[in-house]
């Protein structure tokens, strides 16, 4: 693992980017998405969070902004969270070869496992039923509740600057966790009501304009 | 079925799959599981706890193995490709329509309201992985007189260590790979 972090905060994050070639950004682009993949459980947003850390506070390619609208376009588009997420990071960092890299990286490591065990699926499932081996992802989970909720506070630091956002972010919450609802549901609800409360900024500043 | 029958219909499902991953085990059981359907219900339970367990995206997972079921090899990756071919088209139509129409009012207001569903979404996810770490089973939100129990069961170690990663991740540059492994070994040992 190459442990080159001297990237600090002090330099513009695209600068990183900028020394680097198209291709050479995304052999690194399918190399870390394969190394991401192969060792988060628990998907999509675990590999999400992995990959703000890889990107934003290990590289420096992408800012906080970047990851914000990242998330914002995983989740609005259909589609397997993970491999939305490494498109959308591929394609601003490389173009279209960036988008494919980092794809086959983030399907590659799954398509290798799985065939390697699906051959062997009661031995597997034995093994994963060990104490030890529970355990284990036990603590790894655990580890993904804190990686998760370290990408929600810096999303948080970002998003909450109105009262309308603590609405929706809370209710986006308690309708999915509590009452179940479908997060198709939440986000075309949320998508509605930040377009109403859009619209009626804009005609309240035209209105203030022609007085 | 088919090799292009196979790629196909997941191709289907990655245009379906709205939300998350979280909605493509229905999806794939109303359509592959069944008496004159692919996968037989025992296949598809097995299936699916495995893909969760494993590293990986999880509906990738599962999409490589029913593949992998049908068609070998072959079929895991076309299975594969299926479901994410459609990603890959709209998620740049998407960051170019972002991108293009950034000041436009419908996009300025799409993101007002979607950045903090997205936060409440990502800290939802975050109660799912703690509902399958910290805690025993699934949070009783709408039985108060469950709660007192509930909370007695967290597990101690499995709490530290996600206060730990937190505060790690929050005040230093670690690797979270590092913390992943160690987490994995701490948990072997305490979390039984």
């Known amino acids: ?211 | 079925m088919t090799l292009p029958g196979l790629y196909l219909i997941f191709f289907k499902f990655g245009l379906l799959c709205f939300g998350g991953g979280y909605i493509l085990i229905p999806l794939l059981q109303s359509e592959l599981v069944g008496a004159d359907k692919p996968l037989r219900p025992q296949e598809f339970a097995d299936l699916v706890s495995v893909a969760q367990v494993t590293p990986g995206p999880i509906g990738i997972n599962t999409a490589t193995y029913v593949g992998f079921t049908q068609q070998g090899i072959c079929g895991a990756v076309l299975a594969t490709f299926g479901i994410v071919t459609p990603t890959l088209v709209l998620v740049i139509l998407a960051a170019n329509v972002l991108k293009r129409y950034h000041e436009s009012i419908p996009i300025q207001g799409f993101l007002r309201g979607m950045r903090p569903a997205s936060l409440g979404l990502v800290l939802a996810a975050a109660l799912i992985f703690a509902e399958m770490s910290v805690f025993r089973g699934v949070i009783p939100w709408l039985k108060p007189e469950l709660w007192w129990g509930f909370l007695c069961g967290v597990r101690p170690a499995a709490l530290a260590i996600a206060a730990a990663t937190l505060a790690i991740l929050w005040k230093t540059r670690c690797s979270f790979i590092y913390l992943l492994l160690i987490s994995a070994v701490l948990g072997a040992f305490l979390c039984r």
């Open chain 1, 1 to 211: 693992m190459n442990q080159s972090t001297d990237k600090t905060d002090a330099a513009p994050p695209s600068a990183a980017v900028c020394d680097l070639s198209r291709w050479k950004i995304s052999w690194i682009l399918f190399l870390s998405y394969i190394r991401i993949t192969s060792l988060v459980l628990g998907g999509g947003y675990a590999i999400i969070a992995a990959a703000q850390e890889e990107f934003v506070r290990r590289r420096g390619w992408l800012t906080e902004e970047d990851v914000l609208e990242m998330i914002t376009v995983t989740q609005t588009v259909p589609g397997i969270l993970a491999c939305n997420s490494a498109v959308y990071v591929g394609w601003k960092l490389a173009g279209l070869p960036g988008a494919v890299a980092a794809l086959l990286g983030a399907v590659l490591p799954s398509l290798v496992i799985i065939v390697a065990i699906a051959a062997a699926i009661s031995r597997v499932q034995d093994f994963i039923s060990r104490p030890a081996v529970r355990g284990a992802f036990i603590g790894l989970i655990a580890c993904i509740v804190g990686m998760v909720l370290a990408t929600a506070v810096r999303m948080g630091k970002k998003v909450l600057r109105e009262p309308l956002a603590y609405i929706i972010a809370a209710g986006s919450l308690i309708g999915m966790s509590v009452f179940r609802i479908k997060p198709a549901v939440l986000i075309v609800a949320a998508i509605v009501l930040g377009i109403a409360a859009q619209s009626f900024t804009a005609l309240r500043r035209r209105g203030g304009a022609e007085k």
